[in-house]
């Protein structure tokens, strides 16, 4: 079980990586295609959908390493016991959340499917099918919030709680695996 | 339906606010409950179906696409060794300066900053060499990390600047128009920085050793000339988006393609360092994105409570000169630039700010130059600036020596926000230039 979300994370994470290099591919293709006369239909709603499915699906794997943000000044102020407590309660409040958000999106999507919606583009495709990246994503989310819930109520630490850099080094080397600013 | 007074209403939910961020609740989600919040207490429409769509429609977006493209090109280009080749190149050129190598920091950041889009990456890869090097001559270490801290901010304010694609995204305004908007205040901070170098230097001559000994003009050539490649990509993108050849997007693209391009050259492109930079620019994306969809949450949610219209109404009450209100808002700034992150703070911010400016008629392409420049005082305030943290591990020392060693430049900061309110031209030239207004 334990190996199999990871992968599942991973893997969605990949995914995200590979909607990141569609979207390179998209662009360079439309803007070298531009000056022989080649076109892909409706090239910007792709872009805008491979966006949406990149930006969800990596969040489950973006939340494992502890790399969506949050203001720590309070919470790593705390340590044992107290700490626990904190964490429990921002995961429960985070969870609670997600799961109201994630049940709207899938939803949505569902709608999107039962109505038969397509997109207002040059190419009529149906909705639902680039919604599913972003509840997809969502889903995802959830599940990773509750497993990591469950991980830190038996009594472990966080695991997007990272241990403090060895080196000068790996600091850096961090810092630019997505350090916000 | 309740019905609170607008200003019960508003206080209610910025003490929620603090109190739910306080708890260490990740931002996004914050927000998002924020949003909630002042929907279940202000209307009856259906919460739940306008959380799914206005986040679907903020994130399904084709401007939003130069995000990633940017955050790519740079962590592509942080794998490069082009910050030995900086060191290297730039060094032999300003020898002759009062100050000698520590505008190696200022200006290798200046160059680094036109190719990526982060601060504390940029930090982090000009210190990685200058930092050891500097030591190793003797330079006193106050103004070599100091120089360094306020300089790598530069990352912020010149394009490509991932703050300034969140500020636009969520300011609704070009996102070309502000990173052109960038490109002269950037280099009036780092005439600033330079001058300040020169004068502490010239009042210092005892704490900068003496020049390394001289090179012929050819060897300095040879020494530059690895920097030729990366200066070639920084013009290029200057002048695909001062004449308007590409979108941002398209811009991002071939940004990507000329860091690709300079990395193989290098030889630093490989399999492993390729997939690395694509997971890294992924996950800085998604967690940019999630906190911009909760923003998209609240945004749409504020326009429900009809607290936006209310600030807008009051600000037209106080007859505020826009100078006025840019001098309080410097002030809420700072503060908050002490306690959270520049992106977030931007994103925070912008439900209640933007009504106001609009009403005190301040162009929103100056407003976005003025407040990356706050987000880049946030970078070397204490106790929370992420360049503190950088330069914290990489020189061993404890946050409030460097943050102390940062503050002139903060000043300088400070100075360069003074400089373009009374100025407004140097933010508005090139923007003017390339999208005449009607």
Known sequence: MRIFLDRLYLYAGYAAGAFLVLIFGIMMFMSVGRQFGLNIPAGDDFASWCMAAMAFLGLAHTFKRGEIIRVGMLIERATGRKRWALEIIALGISTAFTLYFCWYAVSMTYDSYRFNDMAQGVLSVPLWIPQLGYCGGLVLLAIALIDEMIHVLKGNKPTYEKEPPSSPDEFVERIAAGGGG | MHDFGLLNLSLILLAFMVFILSTGVWIAVGL??????????????PVGAVLATSVWSASASWTLAALPLFIWMGEILFRTRLSEEMFRGLAPWL????????????????????VSGSS??????????????????GYDKDI???????????????????????????????????????????????????????????????????????????????????????????????????????????????????????????????????????????????????????????TAAMAYTGIPAGLAEWVKGQHLTPGMLALYLSIMYIILGCLIDGISMIVLTMVIVLPMIQQAGIDLIWFGVYLIIHVEMAQITPPVGFNLFVLQNMSGRDTFAVARAAFPFFLLLIAAVFIITEFPQIVLVLPHMAFPPS
């Not at chain 2, 998002?32 to 429409?45: C, D, E, F, N, P």
């Not at chain 2, 020898?95 to 160059?111: E, T």
């Not at chain 2, 694509?278 to 994306?285: F, G, Q, Y």
Request: charged content about 10%; aromatic content about 10%.
């Open chain 2, 32 to 45: 998002g409950i924020v949003g909630l919040i002042a929907m279940l207490l202000t209307t009856s429409v």
């Open chain 2, 144 to 298: 070599s990390l100091g120089s360094l801290a306020g300089s790598g901010t530069l990352g912020l304010l010149i394009p490509p600047s991932i703050p300034m694609v969140v500020y636009a995204v969520t300011a609704n305004v070009s996102v070309l128009q502000v990173f052109l908007a960038g490109f002269l205040p950037g280099l009036l901070v780092i005439v600033l920085y330079s001058g300040y170098i020169i004068g502490w230097s010239l009042l210092n001559p005892s704490k900068i050793p003496p020049r390394d000994p001289p090179m012929s003009f050819r060897k300095k050539l040879a020494a530059s000339t690895k920097l030729i490649p990366c200066l070639l990509l920084i013009l290029g993108v200057f002048f695909a988006l001062v004449f308007g050849f590409a979108t941002a997007t398209e811009c991002a693209a071939w940004g990507v393609s000329g860091a690709l391009l300079l990395a193989w050259w290098s030889g630093t492109l490989n399999r492993k360092t390729f997939f690395e930079s694509v997971m890294s620019a992924t996950r800085l994306t998604c967690m940019i994105m999630l906190i911009l969809g909760g923003a998209a949450y609240t």
């Open chain 2, 95 to 114: 020898q002759w300066l009062p100050g000698r190598l520590v505008h190696v920091n200022v200006i290798g950041c200046g160059i680094f900053a036109a």
């Open chain 2, 120 to 137: 504390a990456a940029t930090c982090a890869t000009i210190g990685k060499i200058a930092l050891p090097e500097l030591e190793k001559r």
